[in-house]
């Protein structure tokens, strides 16, 4: 028994085997039971492959409970083959597995779920995490308690509570030059003093503040005048902080998003990388003329003496936590492949990129970290002015559509998030990403191994407003009216909507009527189209925008390969409040529409972060967002329910309507497109 006790056991039969010269078969008997041995690789070749040993022992408890039928217990012959025959081609087939992969996904996060509830994943008891969403048109910030349950919020709207900036929408637009569209730095600096003061004013307790975080409109830059870093860290508690930042910036007004005045940078960019498509394989997006990397080499090609007096460049996300810290932060991975400057394989800067837009720019934007990270304590500052606690930690910032992402705890393939916000997007998570022509793709923000896809839309509630103003007396209730009032199809009438150049499709200012004759929604024979010249009526007006919106959404989506349909949406933002118009989304997509409890999802998401952030930082490590919330979601702040249901005869014929739209799209594309 010894031979078998030993801790190589086979290294001891084979020197048995070549001291009895029986290397090719030894035979041995221990007991009743006899073993054949072979210590020679062609002999073990042939008894393997041979039908005489392809047969395994009866074994009584898999006969008694599978009828020995089971692939894995049945006696070799022609039944098992049969098996392992249909297995192969029915069961583990390629195609079967890749239709499975989102259950497998869904039961290893369950796993995952299970294992969290019996570890140590509990946040502090009567503890706070505060979240912000620096948006393009407010500053909002929502506090949760550790069950993950809203305490406070409050808004600042900044045309309202900041009129002395005088912006429309939170932005200027410059009539000087097409396609310019700003921001007042010191605007959002004055915004952060007012919400914080208004917090205070509302009996929050600052010191139960375990984490921050936030999130910031993407693609949005602030440039920092050389000297500044000094301003950021000795900033004086008894003022206000916009008294100590009046020269703190290179750039007085920060491009943002809705910016498109940076089309020849953007074909630079394009062409130093070998064209539009390399550069979206490399950095996740081709060069958009809102994405800060444009904006960049812009600033550096027509004032270069401001490019040389700016000691650091920041995106919001990053230029807010940079206040709440003391110092520089870090832009974050996520945020970060919203600039076209980021390698987002390799989560790095592209030195590549950097180099075609602008010298010593890796300087000027510090380093990257990944969104879960820990950007630094809250500032003595705020400790002092606030009363937080000095042990508050400031959770790295994030941008808007990021932040939702984590809001909404999208953590299924298949399922699809829609914001419909000041812009409108559509977005989802991959573990598998391809990058094109359209489209966007970043690192998920709250997993270090997965992406988020998404579609950008610049005309979005501002765009649905406008139409409201016009043709429904600026009453939500008498467009929803005017929108139950018309028929799905309006009839063939067909609008696009572009008060603002639009990204997606590339065209510029400009509303356009279209009819489609002989349509009935069951074929596109003999359908034909018609151009009208002026609007359409007060109430296909209000439906032909939204149509519309949605059409095209549905379109790109499955363009770029997004699910169609969806598994289920989650609807965010603004006009996910109104039924009527989420009930057109989910006749066009063909799946059920849910919201959330509130429909600010970027702050809700950044509260979640900073708490996610706090579980990462005293673990040492990062651990799955699920920890955060695991099987307690229902009772939070962030609990799904449903809100629109398709009709399932109209599904199929909107399939037909968003083929004509994409037709009558690349046509205008063709004629107008501003690329």
């Known amino acids: 028994m010894s031979i078998f006790t030993a801790s190589a056991p086979h290294r001891v039969l084979a020197k048995l085997a070549r001291s009895l010269n029986a290397k ?20 073990a070749k042939e008894v393997l492959n041979s039908s005489a040993f392809a047969n395994r022992p009866r074994n009584e408890t898999a006969y008694e409970l599978l009828f020995n039928r089971a692939m894995g217990f049945a006696p070799y012959g022609e039944y098992w083959r049969n098996l392992r025959r249909i297995a192969a081609t029915h ?12 259950f497998r996904i869904e039961m290893a996060r369950w796993n995952q779920s299970e294992v969290a509830t019996m570890a140590d994943y509990s946040l502090p008891q009567d503890s706070y995490f505060l979240g912000f969403d620096s948006s393009t048109q407010s500053l909002k910030a929502t506090v949760l308690d550790s069950n993950l ?11 309202t509570a900041l009129p002395h900036y005088n912006t429309k929408d939170g932005v200027y637009r410059d009539p000087s030059v097409n396609g310019r569209i700003v921001s007042p730095t010191l605007m959002w600096i004055e915004a952060l ?23 910031g409109q993407q693609h949005g830059s602030v ?19 916009l008294q100590q930042f009046n020269d703190a910036f290179s750039v007085k007004e920060s491009p943002v998003w809705m910016d498109s005045s940076t089309t020849a940078q953007c074909k630079e960019l394009e062409n130093a990388v070998g064209g539009s498509l390399e550069l979206s394989k490399l950095t996740g997006s081709r060069a958009y003329e809102r994405f800060t990397g444009p904006q960049i080499k812009k600033i550096f ?12 460049i920041s995106l919001v996300s990053s230029f807010m936590a940079s206040l709440l810290i003391g110092g520089y932060a870090c832009i974050d991975e996520t945020d970060g492949a919203g600039m076209n400057l980021m390698d987002i394989k390799k989560r790095a800067w592209s030195g590549t990129v950097l180099e075609a837009t602008a010298p010593g720019l890796e300087e000027k934007l510090g380093k990257l970290a990944p969104a879960h990270a820990v950007a630094g304590r809250i500032s003595p500052y705020f400790v002092e002015r606030f009363k937080f606690n000095k042990n508050c930690l400031v959770i790295q910032w994030s941008g808007d559509n990021p932040n939702s992402l984590a809001g909404l705890t999208l953590s299924t393939p298949g ?12 977005f989802g998570i991959t573990e598998d990403p391809q990058p094109g022509l359209e489209g966007h793709i970043f690192p998920n923000p709250v997993d270090t191994k997965g992406y988020m896809v998404m579609l950008c839309y610049k005309n979005g509630s501002l765009t649905r407003e406008d139409i409201r103003n016009r043709h429904a007396r600026s009453n939500w209730e008498e467009f929803s009216s005017n929108l139950t009032h018309t028929p799905a199809f309006n009839d063939g009438k067909m609008g696009f909507y572009y008060k603002e150049h639009e990204i997606l499709p590339p065209l510029p200012v400009g509303y356009h009527w279209y009819v489609l004759e002989n349509f009935t929604g069951d074929t596109l024979e003999g359908v034909s189209v018609r151009e009208e010249q002026q609007e ?19 379109g790109h989506a499955e363009r770029f390969g997004m699910p169609c349909p969806p598994k289920r949406i989650i609807a965010t933002g603004g006009g996910s409040v109104n039924r009527h118009i989420l009930g057109v989304a989910a006749n066009i997509f063909g799946c059920e529409v849910y919201t959330v409890e509130r429909p600010d999802s970027a702050s809700l998401g950044a509260a979640l972060r900073a708490a996610h952030g706090w579980l990462c930082s005293k673990k040492g490590t990062f651990v799955p967002f699920s920890c955060v919330y695991g099987d307690k979601i229902q009772k939070t702040s962030l609990k799904c329910r449903l809100a629109a249901i398709p009709e399932t005869n109209l599904v199929p014929k909107y399939a037909l309507m968003v083929k004509k739209r994409l037709e009558i799209e690349n046509l205008l594309v063709q004629k107008l497109g501003r690329f």
């Not at 349950?149 to 045309?159: G, K, W, Y």
């Open 415 to 426: 399922d699809l998030a829609m914001s419909l916000g000041t812009s409108d997007t559509v």
């Open 536 to 554: 359409f009526g007060r109430m296909v007006e209000c439906r032909a925008v939204i149509e519309g919106q949605f059409l095209s959404m549905r």
């Open 91 to 102: 069961l583990f087939s390629p195609k079967r597995i890749a239709g499975s992969e989102g």
């Open 223 to 241: 440039y920092w005048k050389n000297g500044s870093s000094a301003i950021l860290s000795s900033l004086d508690p008894k003022k206000p902080l």
């Open 193 to 215: 003093d007012l919400v914080l003061d208004r917090l205070l004013k509302s009996n929050l307790n600052f010191g139960k503040i375990a984490a921050v975080s936030g999130s």
């Open 301 to 312: 090609e027509t004032h270069p003496e401001v490019y040389n007096d700016t000691e650091r």
């Open 24 to 43: 090719p078969l030894l035979s041995l008997s221990v007991g009743f039971t006899r073993f054949v041995i072979s210590s020679n690789p062609e002999t």
């Open 149 to 159: 349950n809203i305490v406070t919020s409050e808004l600042i709207q900044f045309d």
